[in-house]
């Protein structure tokens, strides 16, 4: 069964440094997300992204983060200058999209994360 | 965003059913009602959704009640891999294609 991979898995990185983490989401998926877990917490949506373009993101994803799709395969998160409270388990997400006008209908496919840890 | 309700732990015992509750009583005629859980130290998997009718697959089965406002996913054989946390979450039809999350239900199987 396809699946969504993402690497590294730990990504240890000092306090300013800047950091990628890639995924390689399902192939014939258009829809791609990033959400991330801090440590005993929920699940956060990050950014959605569609046809090259974020269709959406939240009040976390300023402007220090940046995704972007540099290939056919592909979906990487940036962060710019990386802070103590950027720790986190991050996830990329890939879907189908919406059918039939509504995103109900189609489920979301995870990675098993990268654990990022800020020194 | 319509809000879905789930206690906050369960226990089960290994090869018994398990059925875990939701109630989402706000929920609107076009929300679709997934579940997914989260394995120790791995990212969300999808297991169900369904709009009205009950639903099943060889993860588990979804009962959706008549008005909707609550469901309950059905584990019909619990197995020590079941031991998770299972998050219900309504998919609004215009809320774009996030996934919000609550704190969901941790369900723990004694062998």
């Known amino acids: ?119 | 965003d319509a809000k879905t309700t789930q206690p906050n732990s369960m226990e089960s015992n290994e090869e018994e059913p398990v059925h875990l509750p939701c109630n989402h009583s706000t929920i609107s005629g076009t929300d679709y009602i997934h579940w997914y859980r989260q394995l120790p130290s791995q990212g969300p998997e999808y297991v169900i959704h369904g709009l009205t009718s009950n639903v099943n697959n060889r993860m588990a089965s979804l009962a959706i009640a008549e008005d909707r406002k609550s469901s309950t996913l059905i584990l019909h054989r619990a197995t020590l891999r079941d031991a998770a946390v299972y998050y219900c979450i309504l998919r609004e039809y215009n809320q774009g294609g996030k996934l919000i999350f609550g704190q969901g239900t941790e369900l723990s199987v004694k062998p």
């Open chain 1, 1 to 119: 069964e396809p699946e969504v991979t993402q690497t590294p898995s730990h990504q240890v990185t000092q306090m300013g440094q800047e950091v990628i983490l890639r995924c390689v989401p399902i192939s014939n998926h258009l829809y791609f997300y990033w959400y991330r877990q801090i440590l005993g917490q929920k699940v956060e949506f990050l950014v959605s992204f569609y046809n090259n373009e974020i269709s959406e993101k939240s009040e976390i994803f300023d402007d220090q983060f940046s995704v972007e799709r540099p290939d056919g395969s592909n979906f990487t998160l940036k962060i710019r200058s990386t802070k103590l409270e950027d720790s986190a388990m991050y996830f990329c997400a890939s879907s189908r999209g919406p059918t039939g006008g509504t995103y109900g209908n189609q489920p979301q496919h995870f990675g098993d994360g990268t654990r990022l840890s800020i020194l």
